[in-house]
């Protein structure tokens, strides 16, 4: 989770006080934090910085002292320390966030989340929007999957008054969303540009060569002639290009927005373009969002827009249309779902819910009408109307909401709002006695009879890669590995098919210490299988290994004759040929209905350099399930 420093100054002028009611204090919010599911790490005196080649504002704490390098230009303020500017004080909260609520990341999005819980400005906020005068026209070239990033949605900002709190907030919040609802600017990246720099009425987002134009990328002189790079110079040359790389270079072509004239706004996800870039006299800012998840791209630039409605409430914002031609040169086939071919953004219509009172009433464990109830959706922020039926409620989810999928969460918004601290503890009605499964009572046993052995017990990642399963160990992708249909990281995109991986790696990381080391862990990995109700299923192992000069495959053998003997079970042993083990000294083991338990020996010595060990390896691997014949 993200810790997010919120400016308490920010804050408090954006809570006014309801009657005759005092003035909400700092002390206040750290009360109400907790109450509105924010933990408060603590209420600290910030020194605050400022790039002076981009403008980012940075809040320090003295023990953090200042910034090394610029997270926004990658100026480097160690080698060039004039490029970063030491401003006043002042005093946040340094709040542990859930990264399912970006819309509460900034001082204007947590106050207006405030207002509604305290009751001084309830219900569906409105935000006026005026009609476009920019179009911005995609390539279809971006649909491809040799250049994909098919999606953007923009918006003008216009009136803009500009401080170093609310530049610093523009900042912030980009950084933010792009971890939070960006995955790290994969699924999402953000652009803020300084509008009057900018002609023409029609933008264009374009695929381009790598190596076709140059530009000035963010943080670059204008002045200087090697300023002008390439977008593949810049992947390769400036920091920030250097950081996303990845995200761009399995493309054959990468993506450049540009506005009426030709001028460079930018290239997403990586970085903006030196001329376009916001300094505090920008008066008029354009935004796009730019990925390959449409809901994302959306979701982010409505938090953007109405967060910034609620920190400067005199800007107007102006709506673009997004026009895509679905064919055109360079355009091919893809799988890709087909795009609306023309509309228009921001959309800040709400989702529709239906929520059942009495399901709400069970769910939550409170006592309430349906008049309550709604009323208790308004304070957090939802419009709510009838549904035509007693015992329901229409719900209007504002668009800036993300994490509002399933009439669950709004379930959990009402319990929010009624206070988790006002629910009554209450004994449940039937009392029963729980037991243990029996593998894992088994697996208890298993565990002792390892470390008595004189094994070392180790837990490790659930989730890893089919790099780090298959292609390093020289064996072909299993069919039945659970892939994760959005990944975190390129490190986690599946279910683990074996537990010696993560044996291996362990291995790998404790290399500077004292050999020998041996190491074991019991634990499931998951495979796919249409017979379950999900689709896949876990099964329990046991694996180990054994590193240090002189062993062998004689002595992986006798770990495991021990461990199966004490199991009490009996296994045999043949004879095979494994890629992952040094021919002739491999094994698979099988047990007496001739049903394959798993593999043993020792590892071949290409496996062993791929994770810098010097010293032999050898292993086993057995199916806890399989051996003991139980679930």
């Known amino acids: 989770m993200p810790i997010i420093d919120m400016p308490v100054d920010m804050l408090l002028e954006r809570i006014p006080s309801e009657g005759d009611a005092p003035r909400v204090t700092a002390d206040d919010l750290a009360e109400l934090m907790p109450k509105l599911g924010c933990e408060l790490d603590e209420v600290a005196e910030m020194q605050e910085f400022v790039c002076q080649v981009c403008g980012k504002i940075y809040d320090r704490t003295a023990a953090q002292g200042p910034p090394l390098h610029c997270a926004n230009c990658g100026a480097d303020f160690r080698t060039f320390p004039d490029e970063l500017k030491t401003l006043g004080t002042s005093q946040v909260l340094r709040l542990d966030m859930l990264a399912v609520r970006p819309d509460i990341f900034d001082p204007g999005g947590m106050a207006r989340y405030i207002r509604g819980y305290l009751g001084i400005q309830t219900g569906l906020p409105e935000y006026v929007l005026s009609a476009p005068r920019i179009k911005v026209v995609i390539d279809p070239a971006l649909s491809n999957d040799d250049s994909y990033r098919p999606f953007i949605a923009c918006a003008v900002v216009r009136n803009v008054q500009l401080d170093n709190n609310t530049i610093k907030m523009v900042m912030n919040l980009q950084e933010d969303l792009h971890w939070a609802l960006g995955r790290d600017r994969k699924l999402a990246s953000i652009g803020v540009y300084d509008l009057d720099t900018l002609a023409g009425d029609t933008y264009h987002y374009d695929a381009v060569d790598p190596d076709s134009l140059t530009f000035v990328p963010l943080g670059y002189s204008p002045n200087d002639p090697d300023a002008q790079m390439t977008p593949r110079q810049i992947l390769e040359q400036h920091k920030t290009g250097q950081a996303y790389a990845h995200l761009l270079t399995p493309l054959k072509k990468y993506p450049l927005l540009r506005d009426g004239e030709g001028t460079i706004l930018s290239m997403p996800p990586i970085i903006n373009s030196e001329s376009t870039r916001v300094t505090m006299n920008s008066k008029n800012f354009f935004v796009d969002v730019t990925g390959i998840s449409q809901r994302?791209?959306?979701?982010?630039?409505?938090?953007?827009?109405?967060?910034?409605?609620?920190?400067?409430?005199?800007?107007?914002?102006?709506?673009?249309?997004?026009?895509?031609?679905?064919?055109?040169?360079?355009?091919?086939?893809?799988?890709?779902?087909?795009?609306?071919?023309?509309?228009?953004?921001?959309?800040?219509?709400?989702?529709?819910?239906?929520?059942?009172?009495?399901?709400?009433?069970?769910?939550?464990?409170?006592?309430?009408?349906?008049?309550?109830?709604?009323?208790?959706?308004?304070?957090?922020?939802?419009?709510?109307?009838?549904?035509?039926?007693?015992?329901?409620?229409?719900?209007?989810?504002?668009?800036?909401r993300n994490d509002v999928m399933h009439p669950v969460d709004l379930m959990e918004?009402?319990?929010?709002?009624?206070?988790?601290?006002?629910?009554?503890?209450?004994?449940?009605?039937?009392?029963?006695?729980?037991?243990?499964?029996?593998?894992?009572?088994?697996?208890?046993?298993?565990?002792?009879?390892?470390?008595?052995?004189?094994?070392?017990?180790?837990?490790?990642?659930?989730?890893?890669?089919?790099?780090?399963?298959?292609?390093?160990?020289?064996?072909?992708?299993?069919?039945?590995?659970?892939?994760?249909?959005?990944?975190?990281?390129?490190?986690?995109?599946?279910?683990?098919?074996?537990?010696?991986?993560?044996?291996?790696?362990?291995?790998?990381?404790?290399?500077?210490?004292?050999?020998?080391q041996y190491l074991f862990e019991v634990g499931d990995c998951s495979f796919h299988d249409p017979q379950t109700e999900t689709g896949a299923?876990?099964?329990?192992?046991?694996?180990?290994?054994?590193?240090?000069?002189?062993?062998?495959?004689?002595?992986?053998?006798?770990?495991?004759?021990?461990?199966?003997?004490?199991?009490?079970?009996?296994?045999?042993?043949?004879?095979?040929?494994?890629?992952?083990?040094?021919?002739?000294?491999?094994?698979?083991?099988?047990?007496?209905?001739?049903?394959?338990?798993?593999?043993?020996?020792e590892l071949h010595p290409e496996i062993l350099e791929s994770y810098g060990l010097k010293h032999p390896v050898a292993l086993v691997e057995i199916s806890l399930a399989t051996l003991l014949k139980t679930a």
């Open 537 to 601: 299923r876990e099964e329990r192992f046991i694996g180990a290994v054994m590193i240090g000069t002189g062993v062998g495959y004689a002595d992986i053998r006798a770990v495991t004759d021990a461990f199966v003997h004490e199991m009490g079970q009996r296994y045999e042993v043949r004879p095979t040929d494994h890629p992952s083990y040094i021919p002739g000294r491999a094994a698979a083991l099988f047990n007496e209905d001739n049903t394959r338990l798993g593999t043993m020996g």
């Open 413 to 516: 918004d009402a319990a929010i709002a009624y206070g988790y601290d006002n629910l009554k503890p209450e004994l449940v009605p039937t009392f029963t006695v729980g037991a243990p499964r029996a593998i894992e009572e088994q697996s208890g046993i298993a565990r002792r009879i390892m470390i008595g052995l004189g094994f070392h017990q180790v837990m490790t990642l659930v989730l890893t890669s089919e790099a780090a399963t298959f292609e390093k160990w020289r064996i072909d992708p299993d069919p039945r590995a659970v892939q994760i249909e959005n990944p975190i990281s390129t490190e986690q995109t599946m279910c683990r098919v074996s537990l010696l991986p993560g044996l291996m790696e362990t291995l790998a990381i404790n290399k500077q210490y004292d050999l020998p």
């Open 296 to 400: 994302t791209v959306d979701r982010a630039l409505n938090i953007i827009v109405t967060s910034f409605k609620e920190i400067m409430p005199a800007i107007e914002v102006e709506c673009v249309v997004i026009e895509r031609h679905e064919g055109g040169e360079g355009a091919v086939p893809t799988s890709t779902p087909p795009h609306v071919p023309t509309r228009t953004t921001p959309d800040l219509t709400p989702t529709e819910f239906t929520l059942n009172v009495q399901q709400a009433r069970d769910t939550i464990g409170a006592e309430f009408n349906t008049a309550e109830l709604a009323e208790l959706l308004e304070s957090m922020g939802h419009g709510v109307e009838e549904a035509g039926h007693a015992d329901q409620l229409k719900v209007l989810v504002p668009a800036y």
